[in-house]
């Protein structure tokens, strides 16, 4: 009986420094993935006056430290911060850091270098009109 006791004691002890090991494993690795955006399609419409190209308007949700990744859009693409603070960039350009009613504009060649919440604690949301190939996608990821 003694022996099953300190059986038990051990076994306890033994998962106890486990769950601390494991415990202090994770404060000492936080995940370092960044939080993905969740894009919204609202509307697409092929455009008659302009044979091959489709208009396509969706809504970007950035989770608090979401970060792209480098790529391009095919398209002729408007951005209009509705909430939060967002900074964008493409090759070549300065970063510029957008509040709500503010806009930004990529053409088909820019190479969108940067594109991520400005707020580590904060959402933020914007909208985005695409003038792109019909059925072309909507980014293209650069390596």
Do not use: W
């Not at 006791?5 to 002890?13: A, C, Y």
């Not at 209009?80 to 088909?108: A, D, N």
């Not at 060649?109 to 190939?133: W, Y």
């Amino acid at each position: 009986m003694i022996r099953s006791i300190q059986r038990i004691g051990t076994l306890v002890g033994l998962g106890a420094l486990l769950l601390g090991c494991a415990g202090s494993a994770k404060l000492a690795r936080p995940d370092t993935a960044p939080a993905q955006a969740a894009v919204t399609e609202l509307m697409s419409k092929k455009l008659a006056d302009f044979p091959g190209k489709e208009a396509l308007l969706i809504t970007v949700d950035y989770p608090p430290g979401a970060v792209d990744p480098v790529h391009r859009h095919d398209a002729h693409a408007f951005v209009y911060v509705l909430e939060g603070s967002i900074v964008m960039g493409v090759k070549g350009g300065q970063e510029v850091t957008l509040k709500p009613g503010q806009t930004f504009y990529e053409g088909p060649d820019d190479i969108h270098t940067v594109g991520r919440n400005a707020s580590s604690t904060e959402p933020a949301k914007f909208l985005v009109l695409l003038i792109k190939p019909e059925g072309a996608p909507v980014l293209i990821p650069i390596e």
